[in-house]
Structure formats: C-alpha cells, structure tokens
C-alpha cells in the first residue's frame, strides 16, 4: 500500500529540527520518501498549505477512565482519592471498554497515535487499542494483593497480559507499578526482573503527593526516588509519572539509572497537589522528559496540544523566566523524547525515512494557525493550536481519522456507548 501525502508543511523534528515544503510517501507503513514524490501511489491526500506532524505520544493516562470525567472534580486529594476508588471498586469490563473505546477515539482525534496507559483489565483495553488503530503501551496494574481488587495477584495477572499479548502490531505489553503506598520492595523487584527479561517498560507513579514522599521516608527512611534507587529497582526501562516533589540528588539518581519522567501538568494543577516537576534540573542532568495527561477524572482532557501549552506556561510562570521551555523543546517532549522514553526513537517521534508512519495534518486553514510563516509554524503548534486543528490521522501508515472522521470505527456508536456505560456505572 502506497500513500501520499502532497505539498506540506513537514514539520520532520529530525535531528536539525527541519521543516519542509513538500510531499511524504508512505510504503507498507513506513516512511519511504520526503521532499518532491513524482511516482502515484494507492491513496493521495492533499495536503496544500496544511502542517504535518508526527504523531503526539502521551506518556501517561488511564484511558478507560474517559467516561468517568466531570463526576469527580474540585474536591481535596483525599476526598478525590475517596471517590475515584469507590467507583473503581465497581467497575466492569463491559464500561471499561466503553471508557477505553471512547478515550482511543479522543486521543486519536487530537493528534495523539501512542499512549502510555496504567490500568488493570489491560486485556479489555487492548480490544479498544487493536479496534481504533491507536497504539497502546499497556502497562496491567501491578501492586501488593493486599491492596488490590483484582482477582489473583497482580504481578501474575500482569505476567499472563504480557504472554497472550505480546508480538501484536498495535498492542505493546508493559507493567504499570501504583507506587511506592501500595508495592512493597519484593513486588517493585519481582516487576523489575520480569520486565528486563522480556524488554518491557516499568511505569510507576513517583513522588506525585508531598504526603507520599513524607510516607515513604516514614517507612522506609529515604525518600521515593532515592529507596528505588536503594533496592536497585531504577533502570533504563523505567518511566516515572508525574515526579513533582523530587530533589536534585533524586533527579540525579535518575539520570545514573536511565529512568525516564512523564510530567504530568495539568493533572497536578487541577488536583491541587503543589509541587512543578523541577525539568530543568531534569534537563541539566540529562533526564529523559515526556509528557502525560494522565486520566480523565484528573484532566478532563487528553489532548496533548493543551497539555504542551500548559506545560510551558507553568515552567515559565513558575521559575520566573520566559526562556523556560521554549516552544520547540515542548514539541520534542511530545515527540522525539517521548518516543524515547518509550524506547521508540527508532521507530517513532519523528518523520524520517525508515520510520513508521505515525503522522498527524494539522489544518492549515484554521485560524488559530494563521499566519503561516516558516519560523512561526512551532509556536502556533505549542502555543495556538489545540485538538480541533488536527484533521487526518496515520499510525502505521493507516488512515485512522480522514477530513476530522474516525475512519475504523463508528465515533457516533463509540461515544453512545460511552454514555450508556458512564450512566449504568455511575447511576
């Protein structure tokens, strides 16, 4: 199958960060040419005066939670925290897949064409990712069984997701650790050992509450960075959301074990929960830095151009400086970086030939993007744009969203659905 996209602006985020004027063929999924394509091709899509970009990767949610949003908001952490779990307590797979289905649909509408999800029932989450066409990271919940609801022990349940799962084209096992309140250090280093074996992603919630970082140095004398680091849990492979309340010596116990961050800004803001994830010292210290939504009960909201706009704004507001993050490091956040937080840079986050085709056109006639200047086109996209601009969707190469309409299944349906299963779980 042979895809053209015409006469572009490319927004590539290659190493030089170039933006082109000009065409992208797309051969059995991958990128196979930039610039001037002469030769036809199955499908062309006419792009004149239209912005491509790589597809956005959010590297942190809880996607199923998407028909839970609006029950649970402008309440203290702990009252929040109170109601989220009586609801969890009483989900089912049937409105976890509707609440999956609808999330896929949303992010993919924004832009978004891989996602970082932390959840159980990964098995049922996977239907909406494989249904949809979006690419799932899918991290099963892991934690002490005496903390869980689910049937079994969690690490196990996470173990048999993996092995019915693995080796599927959209569908990329991982293990969503809670955090340091509810996985002792064997569950942290059982998950440690499991993933290095097989190559998956560790994703955890760290330091997200300045009452989990007091917790933690009551029960364990050290605060949560530096006891992962202690009992040798840290690694390469592992991704921390969130990661507000850190010191530079824990951001420097990062950087030693390669562990990667997704901030998550505007979950944090709404919630209340004080503490800005401290990137620069990140940065300085040659920290690995993405970005997530997080779920919908604490956003609201998974589209990434927001949260790209909010992230820079807090940073700069916060340090008192608008050099802060400037427009082109967000976008790198949302891309490149984040698909190597993932450790997907071969593969993703960027448009270059080889890679696979996770691309996103971005109306070049909406207004918010207007003027359409060379050296202004990153800005518009981190500072002006928002979902609503993006109007046809490629992962791997397939259409997903055509002219701002899913393309693999009925959105009308999906979102019927959703209501149906937010009214019979919620009452």
Not at 21 to 44: C, T, Y
Not at 120 to 144: F, K, N, P
Not at 285 to 294: A, E, K, Y
Request: glycine share 8%.
């Amino acid at each position: 199958m042979r895809t053209v996209i015409r006469d572009a602006h490319i927004v590539t985020q290659n190493p030089s960060r170039d933006i082109v004027k000009g065409d992208i063929l797309v051969e059995d999924g991958r990128i196979a040419q930039i610039g001037k394509v002469r030769d036809s091709a199955d499908r062309e899509i006419d792009a004149s005066g239209d912005i491509v970009i790589p597809g956005l990767i959010n590297t942190h949610s809880h996607v199923s939670m998407s028909i839970l949003k609006g029950q649970i908001d402008d309440m203290p952490f702990d009252k929040f925290l109170d109601k989220s779990f009586g609801i969890d307590a009483k989900r089912t797979e049937k409105d976890i897949l509707a609440g999956a289905r609808q999330g896929c649909v949303e992010m993919l509408r924004s832009g978004t064409t891989t996602f970082v999800d932390l959840y159980y029932s990964q098995d049922v989450i996977a239907r909406a990712v494989e249904e949809t066409g979006i690419r799932g990271i899918l991290g099963w919940a892991v934690l002490d069984p005496e903390f869980t609801t689910q049937s079994g022990t969690p690490l196990d349940n996470a173990k048999r997701f993996h092995l019915s799962h693995r080796g599927r084209s959209r569908v990329m096992p991982a293990l969503g650790l809670q955090g340091v309140y509810v996985c002792s250090t064997e569950t942290f280093l059982g998950a440690k050992e499991y993933a290095l074996e097989n190559d998956l992603i560790l994703t955890f919630h760290l330091s997200e509450t300045r009452k989990e970082v007091v917790d933690c140095k009551k029960k364990e004398g050290r605060r949560p960075a530096d006891y992962l680091a202690n009992i040798g849990f840290l690694n390469d492979h592992c991704l921390a959301a969130h990661s507000a309340w850190l010191t530079v010596g824990e951001i420097r116990q990062l950087a030693q074990a390669g562990t990667k961050v997704s901030t998550c800004p505007v979950s944090n803001m709404k919630l209340a929960t004080g503490g800005v994830a401290p990137l620069p010292e990140m940065f300085q210290n040659g920290v690995t830095v993405s970005m997530g939504t997080d779920g919908s009960t604490t956003n609201n909201c998974l589209d990434m151009f927001g949260e790209m706009k909010t992230l820079s704004l807090l940073q700069k507001s916060s340090r008192w400086d608008p050099t802060v993050l400037p427009a082109q490091q967000v976008l790198d956040l949302a891309t490149i970086e984040a698909a190597r937080a993932v450790r997907m840079e071969d593969r993703l986050g960027s448009i270059e030939v080889g890679k696979q085709a996770d691309l996103v056109i971005m109306d070049g006639k909406s207004a918010n993007l207007r003027p359409m200047r060379p050296e202004s086109i990153v800005s518009n996209l981190v500072y002006a744009s928002c979902g609503m601009d993006v109007k046809t969707v490629l992962c791997d190469g397939e259409v997903v969203v055509e002219n701002r309409r899913m393309v693999t299944v009925d959105e009308e349906e999906v979102l019927r659905g959703g209501e149906a299963a937010a009214r019979e779980l919620l009452g």
